[in-house]
């Protein structure tokens, strides 16, 4: 409530002292938080030693999120050498213990080569893995690995169902993914008005493409009514 201000006046610095009262106390979930504000710096001095050393402790004690936020500052070098083996193997303890967010890590590394043998089909399994837990982002990756052939057979109708779902949570780069699916017909009906519908909400959530794709619309006057101004607008905004 410190932290954020519920029902009290915001205090970090009285927010870290609980937190850390907390973690002494054996409640690892404070340990995390009060790493993650030694990470980023909110109402302590930014220390990337003290923020891993208190990610470990949380993840010795079962908080899966501080093993991917651990594993992430391995495979990036942030406060301890960088070492991608060190880093994929806390996202495999995460995603074993059931946090989504480790697999989708994994997955990429074995889709792009990171610290192991490439391995799609495995970066796969992983994104359906995490796609099936919830992790839209996983959903995504998943979708592009299917429109594109990529360790897997080429499914554009199963690219677009995966698009769909990720976009429906909130996933933005899935809703752009899914409207040039309708923009050009791939394994679905053409549709201009749903796939400028897409882009725009894919846009207005921060996928800076979707402008780009939406603003080629108003220039063309695809399925909008051409409108230059609009594009300039949009395309400034990408």
């Keep these: 409530n410190y932290a954020n201000g519920l029902g009290v006046a915001k205090d970090l610095q009285k927010a870290n002292e609980l937190y850390k009262k907390a973690c002494d106390g054996g409640e690892m979930l404070g340990c995390h938080r009060l790493g993650y504000n030694y990470a980023n710096g909110l109402g302590v001095a930014k220390d990337m ?11 010795d004690g079962g908080i899966m999120l501080g093993c991917n936020y651990l594993g992430l500052n391995y495979e990036d070098g942030k406060g301890v050498a960088k070492d991608l083996q060190k880093a994929n193997a806390l996202y495999k303890k995460a995603c074993d213990g059931g946090n989504m967010d480790g697999c989708t890590y994994l997955g990429k590394s074995y889709e792009n080569g990171k610290g192991v043998a490439r ?3 495995q ?8 796609c099936d837990g919830g ?9 592009i690995n299917y429109e594109h052939g990529h360790g897997v057979a080429r499914d554009i ?9 990720a976009c429906d949570g909130g996933h ?6 899914l409207g040039y699916s309708y923009f050009d017909g791939r394994g679905v009906a053409k549709n201009l008005r749903k796939a400028n519908l897409l882009f725009q909400m894919a846009c207005d959530g921060g996928n800076m493409r979707g402008c780009l794709y939406l603003g080629y619309s108003y220039e063309n006057g695809s399925g909008v009514a051409k409108d230059q101004r609009k594009a ?5 905004k990408a």
């Design 49 to 59: 030693l003290k923020a891993n050393a208190l990610y470990q402790k949380a993840c």
């Design 119 to 121: 391995d799609i089909p």
């Design 123 to 130: 970066a796969n399994l992983l994104f359906q893995k995490a």
């Design 135 to 143: 992790e839209m982002g996983a959903c995504t990756n998943l979708g």
């Design 157 to 165: 109708p199963k690219a677009n169902a995966l698009y769909k779902k």
């Design 172 to 177: 933005m780069k899935s809703c752009r993914n």
């Design 232 to 236: 300039n607008v949009l395309f400034q």
